[in-house]
């Protein structure tokens, strides 16, 4: 079930990050999908450090903060990429 947060975390974390931050957005199903990846990576990270913020508010805080991070690192990555 904390799995399932941290994806949908991510998800809206990587579009609010694109919404905040239209330089590096990439569209909300990009925005979506990278997020979403960052969801579960920050949510495995955080497992992983043993920081250890309560099941669900950890879970949605890992999967919101690794969603927006990695959706701004790739959007960071493709403009470079673009000039």
């Not at 579009?15 to 990846?37: D, F, H, P, Q, R």
Request: charged fraction near 10%; hydrophobic fraction near 50%; glycine fraction near 26%.
């Amino acid at each position: 079930m904390e799995l399932i947060i941290s994806l949908l975390t991510g998800a809206v974390g990587g579009n609010l990050a694109g919404a905040l931050l239209k330089k590096y957005s990439m569209g909300t199903l990009w925005n979506s999908v990278v997020g979403i990846l960052g969801g579960g990576l920050g949510a495995q990270l955080l497992d992983m450090l043993g920081i250890d913020l309560g099941g669900i508010v950890g879970s949605i805080a890992g999967g919101g903060v690794g969603g927006g991070v990695l959706m701004v690192i790739i959007g960071l990555i493709k403009g470079a990429m673009s000039k």
